[in-house]
């Protein structure tokens, strides 16, 4: 494991709401002020022989990681301020750096002051500097699924940074639903749990229907050539691109800032070149396939950690209408389901980020948690 110091500072331009890791809903203006810089640690942590629930193995699996805070330990010498936060499809731990996350969680006084908390903000398989296919194995990379991501996150928290049992562990989108995983998995393994947006259920519906016609748009471009092109294959990733772009929408905001047919087609036009410079093709077609084996459903009983879970109405890859979250939160042991109602805190599925929406539940989960 190695690791560098450097000073990270947020800028005062805002990012978009964060829907599955992919910006997705025009800007807003922030409502308090852009996030002052906070010490950051970078580090990769390196699994050596990782094998895959597919069976495939990889010899050296890198995982790339932030902390910011610092350790406290108690008389025992265990880590006991550690929080992991875990992110979205398509992200990476530095979306959490955003000042509509950061700047409402990290600073003095704030639920998870980094002078009290040591926050931990990985990169999960095929993802951010971790190891993924993009790095030159294409399509020829393990065919890793959320138990494979969640495995890695454990031996990341516990044998690279020594951390026996988070204070708490939270997660969005994709990371909501391994916060669940991660309860499941390690019933008495941390205090308390924060999943934002997801609904702990095996993928289907509609929210399969997305992932399969981002997968179909990319396989079906002559130029993907089975993975192994030499220029990314742009026609199917600018339907992919719109497609991440209704996924991650909010009507409501997006009502409000594009009132026109102008305005309308000039964001449509920002989206894609955005979401095209920061895609890849390979690493894609992973990411919104590494769903494939998750389904909690039948072992939420297992969660002993508090369990304070919320998402928001105005959701597209989670529809309330759907009625799954209550009738899965009554097999929570000591659990709650929150649904934030459309307002101008919420930002459609990428309300997970806007921390200003569901800081006070958070502030409530840790003083029920409390040592």
Same mark, same amino acid.
């Given at each position: ?86 992110? /979205?499809? !398509? *992200? &990476?731990? =530095? ?10 969680? $990290? @600073? ?17 398989? /095929?993802? !951010? *500097? &971790?190891? =993924? ?10 065919? $890793? @699924? ?36 991660? @309860? ?188």
């Amino acid at each position: 494991m190695t690791g560098r110091l450097s000073a990270l500072t947020v800028g005062a331009a805002w990012l978009c709401a964060l829907a599955l890791g992919f910006p997705a809903a025009p800007c807003a203006q922030p409502a308090a002020a852009a996030a002052p810089p906070y010490p950051t640690r970078d580090g990769d942590f390196t699994i050596a022989d990782f094998h895959f629930a597919s069976g495939e193995r990889l010899a050296k699996l890198r995982l790339h990681y932030m902390t910011l805070g610092t350790p406290e330990r108690d008389a025992a010498g265990a880590i006991t301020n550690a929080v992991l936060i875990l992110h /979205g499809t !398509g *992200g &990476s731990g =530095k979306q959490f750096l955003s000042p509509q996350f950061a700047g409402q969680l $990290y @600073g003095p006084g704030q639920p998870l002051d980094v002078r009290r908390f040591y926050i931990i903000l990985p990169d999960d398989i /095929g993802h !951010g *500097g &971790s190891s =993924k296919p993009s790095d030159g194995m294409r399509m020829r990379f393990p065919r $890793y @699924g959320y138990a494979d991501m969640v495995e890695a996150e454990h031996a990341l928290v516990v044998k690279g940074l020594g951390v026996a049992r988070p204070r708490l562990v939270m997660g969005t989108s994709m990371g909501c639903m391994h916060t669940f995983l991660w @309860g499941e998995r390690w019933p008495d393994g941390m205090d308390a749990l924060m999943p934002l947006a997801c609904l702990p259920v095996a993928i289907a519906g509609r929210n399969r229907l997305w992932r399969s016609m981002i997968v179909n748009a990319i396989e079906s471009d002559p130029t993907w050539t089975g993975g192994d092109y030499s220029a990314e294959p742009r026609e199917g990733l600018i339907a992919a691109a719109d497609i991440l772009t209704i996924a991650g929408s909010a009507p409501a905001q997006m009502q409000k800032t594009l009132p026109t047919a102008a305005d309308s087609d000039a964001y449509l036009k920002a989206a894609l070149a955005r979401n095209l410079a920061g895609l890849d093709a390979d690493d894609l077609i992973y990411q919104v396939e590494a769903s494939r084996d998750y389904d909690p459903s039948a072992d939420l009983a297992r969660i002993a950690a508090p369990v304070m879970w919320i998402n928001s109405a105005d959701d597209f890859i989670n529809p309330p209408e759907l009625g799954i979250a209550e009738r899965e939160a009554a097999k929570l042991r000591r659990g709650r389901f929150v649904l934030l109602a459309i307002s101008e805190a919420t930002h459609g599925h990428g309300t997970h980020t806007w921390a200003a929406a569901w800081k006070t539940y958070l502030v409530e989960l840790l003083a029920e948690s409390a040592r």
